[in-house]
């Protein structure tokens, strides 16, 4: 079903052909034997021209897992981007070697970009503020394993949102499930971007905006953390004034609803309080390794071996 295509954003696949991947990642966590050597001889290319923890070493366990090989750099210094190599030169060359793609880049479009130059499936690792279609994958996964569905949800999404690519990518993907809310959770100068909002009033999905975290918490279902992203600001000066502006700790929690379920894409830095991890309620590490299920998922149905 999805054999030989790319994934750039998190539109390119439908909501059945994605609950379908959920279905085989859960399949994958009740045992870890499944799928195993599915992918044995091929090889995964990872470039990263940003730096990645997740995201790279879930898609390198993720093939490893599946009995494949993988190839790459984890630094564009290592790579002849330093010497001026295009992308798309560079995308040739690693389509020439590896049977799958798997691209960070801090350039909006760049995934889209490599895309039409490879021969071989390109997969968006995230692109600038733009997109990162498989953190989409983890949420959703994780919702549907902590909740049940992904349905009958108010959602809320809270910090830097005008640059948070995890949260533009699920924001869009959420709009086609049924009866979510969401409330976005932000500072003036890091509101959710026009685009977003127009997506989501197209599809009459009920949504507001709001500084407040407090008032907030009560009705929310899912929170959805992001941290203020230093590398996305020109000025220091804004980013130290923003960067603690919302804080998760547990006194915020004691306000939340006892079935509330808190995610974060990772990495932290201040914006939720050490001591919320021991509150049952805390999901984002658990959030991070379904990541590497629904990527042995993604991966063993893009190169066709199941």
Avoid: W
């Amino acid at each position: 079903m999805l054999k030989g295509r790319s994934l750039i954003e998190p539109g390119n696949f439908s909501i059945e052909e994605m609950d379908s991947l959920f279905t085989l990642a859960e399949k994958i966590e009740s045992d870890e034997h499944h799928l195993r050597e599915c992918c044995r001889g091929k090889l995964l290319a990872t470039l990263f021209f940003e730096p990645s923890t997740r995201t790279r070493l879930s898609f390198e366990a993720a093939m490893l897992r599946l009995g494949g090989n993988c190839l790459g750099f984890a630094d564009p210094g290592s790579s002849s981007a330093v010497k001026g190599e295009s992308l798309a030169d560079t995308i040739r060359m690693a389509a020439g070697y590896a049977d799958v793609i798997v691209m960070r880049n801090p350039k909006e479009g760049a995934a889209l970009l490599a895309s039409r130059y490879s021969p071989v499936p390109v997969i968006n690792a995230g692109d600038g503020g733009h997109h990162h279609p498989t953190q989409t994958l983890t949420d959703l996964l994780t919702i549907r394993r902590l909740r049940g569905a992904v349905k009958n949800l108010t959602v809320g999404f809270c910090g830097d949102l005008k640059f948070g690519r995890t949260v533009h990518s699920l924001a869009k993907t959420l709009a086609y499930y049924e009866n979510i809310t969401m409330v976005f959770i932000s500072p003036e100068e890091l509101v959710i971007p026009e685009y977003i909002t127009r997506h989501l009033q197209k599809l009459k999905i009920e949504f507001s905006e709001t500084r407040n975290l407090e008032e907030s918490m009560p009705r929310l279902d899912v929170l959805y953390m992001t941290r203020v992203q230093r590398e996305r600001f020109f000025n220091e000066e804004d980013y130290i004034r923003l960067k603690d502006i919302y804080v998760l700790n547990a006194e915020r929690m004691s306000l939340g609803k006892e079935e509330l379920i808190v995610l974060h894409p990772l990495p932290r830095v201040n914006e939720i309080a050490v001591e919320v991890d021991d509150d049952p309620r805390a999901a984002y590490f658990r959030q991070a390794k379904y990541g590497m299920y629904v990527r042995m998922a993604l991966l063993s149905s893009i190169m066709g071996v199941i």
